[in-house]
């Protein structure tokens, strides 16, 4: 049995990470909360310790292009971490500064590679496969609802299972598209990925579907068109052939089970209707795949034409004005302007694009579900704070302060107007270089024999750069690790011209301890959610004890964090140690000044030890106006009997459960 060199497994290790860190991150919500990130940033730090010391060349990669958009993030991680400074929300800086801190050493590890076609080419295989099994599983939990355990709060909804967020789920959706016609149109892929690309396409269209993202559909037009122009395969219309119909009768009978776009998806009738479009999505792909088997004979005749450098540009050229005399002739026969201007006054109107009863209606339903006052308040902040911003992971204090609706949001359903409300135009500026870079690589690229994977690439980052602007697609790692791990790549030094430095031991030595040290307040982070969670569900069920004992070892593991002093406050209360419970909240009050959850819960728990609620009661109004417990807590406690105000505190609901 031949050994496989140590380099080339590690190479191989490497390459497989952005689809591992996909499918990871997918089913931990999407790596949404505190804990994944913080995970991963050990994961993949350890991972670039070990190729500093132990490959022969470990920044071959590097060269100018990586070097700035190393820069860059890096600084942007930096500045999430100077923001504590005026933010006084040390704990939200520091899940910022893991999340961001995880995209930079992603693009590092993987960029730190040469630039190699089929380095490039496998890894995006990797992420492909892994989109298209996670919205298989997807699109399984809507059509045989029973297959699956999934909490009702996240399978009565719209589709969203595993990453519990519907238009993150559209846009895997739309990205895993866009890749698996490339697959498919391109006769540069291996046979076998033309054909099960093609197989592909009704799965992923299917579950896009049912997200009823239109953000997501939006987007996967986008990077369609973009893939098409640029790349312009001469197998385009064989793979658009075999995907083509398969989809739109496979998207036709989805839309037709109106059961499974309603209310209650996984009632026994809705169940009926989900078989029937399994069995119509199964034929869908089996005839996709055996059309595109047929197509190959034509692939093999079409490799044989030969076709010019100049052909080729006359050709596209040729396709760029049909493209332009057909959209003018759309123009002016459809009526374009005057039905733009009417959606335009309808995204600006207010309102919520969605009905439980019918969720097809949203697809053409161009209203703005309440972003336009998500952006109005960052938008707001950012000027008043143009150079700093209000500091990492406030737009969540600011939003419940400042709100015009009873929408709870955490983010700004834009990295581009979150980062210049939280980070200022610095962190502004800086994001946007470092997307602009990668975009640009990609775009550089696309041209020649690698025309085809980078227009791809191209597509999906572009994909993904738009959809970003209206969503929060930053805080998801699930739909962004790829972006940076393939940027890198795309931004790496081409191998050919890649210089052989090998560094001294010295220079291993010290960048190995720089990432370690990076990698502490991840490691802090990681183990103190681990025990938080441990601790909150003591809490919800009773055993205060075991809460306390898991709250102060999250307390240990990360100091800042107000979470677990809250929990011991309100388990202090129930072991009868009231005053020892205010303690405790005042002291999560220090962590986080300006959470209208922590000033509530301390005028529960000074209510209960006797104590005047009344003052913290009214700052958690004035941080959150339109929050029905902060307005039910200052009517509660409005008497000046001290025996009321227990008796109220104990009955009042605890905003952590």
């Known amino acids: 049995m031949r050994r496989v060199p140590a380099a080339r497994l590690g190479v191989g290790l490497i390459l497989l990470l952005p689809g ?101 080419a496998w890894a995006v295989r990797g992420v492909a496969l892994a989109m298209v099994a996670i919205c298989a599983v997807a699109l399984v939990t809507r059509l045989f609802p029973d297959a699956i355990d999934v909490a009702p709060a996240v399978a009565d909804k719209r589709l969203s299972y595993p990453l519990t967020y519907w238009n993150a789920l559209g846009l ?20 076998i990925l033309r054909v099960l690309g093609a197989g592909a396409v009704p799965v992923l269209a299917t579950t896009l579907y049912f997200t009823f993202s239109r953000g997501g559909a939006g987007v996967a037009l986008l990077g369609l068109v973009v893939y098409a122009v640029v790349a312009h395969p001469r197998s385009l219309i064989l793979g658009l052939m075999a995907a083509g119909p398969a989809t739109v009768v496979a998207l ?64 596209a050229t040729a396709a760029a004005a049909a493209a332009v005399v057909l959209a003018l002739v759309a123009v002016v026969g459809l009526e374009a302007p005057a039905k733009v201007a009417d959606q ?40 008043q704070a143009p150079i700093r911003g209000d500091g990492a992971g406030k737009f969540a204090h600011r939003w419940a302060r400042d709100r015009d609706n009873d929408l709870k949001v955490e983010d700004a359903h834009s990295v581009y107007l979150e980062s210049l409300a939280e980070l200022g135009l610095v962190g502004g500026l800086l994001i ?76 291993r030595v010290v960048a190995a301890l ?73 002291a999560a009050i220090k962590r986080e000044p300006d959470s209208w959850v922590l000033h509530y819960g301390l005028a529960l728990v000074r209510g209960t030890a006797g104590r005047d609620p009344r003052p913290a009661a009214r700052r958690a109004l004035e941080l959150n106006p339109l929050e029905p417990l902060a307005r039910n807590a200052v009517k509660i406690f409005r008497t000046n009997d001290p025996q009321k105000w227990r008796r109220r505190a104990f009955t009042a609901r605890l905003p952590i459960l």
């Open 20 to 120: 591992a860190l996909t499918a990871h991150t997918a089913f931990q919500a999407g790596g949404f909360f505190a804990g994944t990130p913080a995970v991963l940033v050990v994961i993949v730090g350890l991972g670039l310790v070990a190729r500093t010391t132990l490959a022969e060349h470990p920044f071959q990669g590097f060269g100018r292009g990586l070097a700035v958009v190393t820069v860059a993030l890096a600084f942007y991680c930096a500045w999430i971490l100077l923001s504590v400074s005026w933010s006084d929300a040390p704990a939200r800086a520091l899940i910022d500064f893991n999340r961001a801190l995880l995209y930079l050493l992603v693009l590092v590890l993987l960029g730190s590679l040469p630039r190699k076609r089929a380095y490039l």
């Open 172 to 191: 895997m959706a739309a990205v895993g598209l866009v890749l698996c016609m490339h697959f498919t149109a391109s006769e540069r892929e291996p046979a």
């Open 252 to 315: 036709m009978s989805a839309y037709d089970a109106d059961l499974l776009a309603g209310a209650e998806p996984r009632s026994m009738a809705a169940a009926a209707q989900g078989e029937e479009v399994a069995v119509v999505v199964g034929v869908c792909i089996v005839a996709a795949l055996a059309l595109r088997v047929l197509g190959l004979v034509v692939d093999a005749r079409l490799r044989r034409i030969p076709v010019s450098t100049t052909t080729r540009k006359r050709a």
């Open 344 to 383: 335009v006054e309808g995204f600006t109107e207010p309102g919520f694009a969605s009905s439980p009863e019918d969720r097809r209606g949203r697809l053409t339903d161009v209203r703005n579900n309440g972003r336009i006052e998500q952006w109005r308040v960052a938008l707001e902040a950012f000027d």
């Open 432 to 507: 946007v270089v470092t997307l602009a870079m990668i975009l640009g690589a990609f775009a550089a690229r696309a041209r020649g024999e690698q025309r085809h994977l980078y227009a791809a690439l191209l597509g999906v980052a572009l994909a993904w750069a738009v959809h970003a602007g209206v969503d929060w697609d930053w805080e998801m790692p699930a739909v962004t690790l790829w972006l940076f791990a393939l940027g890198g790549m795309a931004l790496a030094v081409d191998r050919e011209r890649a210089p052989a430095w090998a560094p001294p031991r010295l220079t």
């Open 514 to 586: 720089a990432c370690l040290a990076l990698l502490v307040p991840a490691g802090g982070m990681a183990l103190s959610q681990l025990h938080l969670n441990r601790s909150v569900e003591g809490l919800k069920s009773g055993d205060c004890e075991g809460a306390v004992h898991s709250a102060l070892a999250s307390t240990r593991a990360m100091p800042v964090r107000p979470e677990p002093f809250e929990v011991l406050g309100f388990c202090d209360v129930r072991l009868g140690n009231a005053d020892l419970g205010v303690q405790m909240l005042e």
